[in-house]
């Protein structure tokens, strides 16, 4: 299930779109029950590869101080619901994973590009990462992340406010 609000790109400042997503868990999250709660999003390409196991396990491993923020952490990416349970089991992350196999959401934060991979172009997912306050207002974006350091930076800029 996933319902996305259409709407031009995020600006800082700009309110979360509004969305109802279920998670790997089966829970349903939307945009009006994480407003009380500074929110991470993060877009990676696939589960289980390198840089994606690398990402996921470094936030896992920092959860502790994520949870000192009061944060909600949600990764998404186009697998399915069954890719993020095998991947969230393997590796024992304590956050959720969303299924967008449509791109709705993926599209809505603007992370499909064009890449390139032995000479073969495709559309694929750059790994974003969106970090909205209490009220719901975006405070921070990352494109085209690099995975070393980038559970730090996320930590730092929550830290921030």
């Not at 709705?104 to 603007?110: A, H, I, P, Q, Y």
């Amino acid at each position: 299930m996933l319902r996305v609000a259409a709407m031009p790109l995020l600006a800082a400042g700009d309110a979360a779109p509004e969305f109802s997503l279920q998670t790997d868990s089966g829970e349903v999250v939307s945009s009006a029950t994480l407003t009380a709660k500074p929110i991470v999003l993060f877009f990676y390409p696939k589960d289980d590869t390198p840089g994606c196991t690398t990402e996921g396990c470094d936030i896992r491993d920092r959860y502790a101080e994520f949870e000192r923020t009061d944060t909600v952490v949600l990764g998404v990416s186009r697998d399915s619901i069954e890719s993020h349970e095998k991947f969230k089991s393997k590796f024992g992350f304590p956050f959720e994973l969303i299924s967008d196999p449509d791109e709705k959401l993926c599209r809505t934060f603007d992370v499909i590009r064009k890449k390139s991979l032995y000479g073969k172009e495709y559309m694929g997912v750059d790994r974003s990462t969106f970090i909205f306050d209490k009220q719901g207002k975006l405070r921070k974006e990352f494109r085209s992340v690099k995975v070393d350091g980038h559970a730090e930076e996320i930590l730092s800029t929550l830290n921030s406010f």
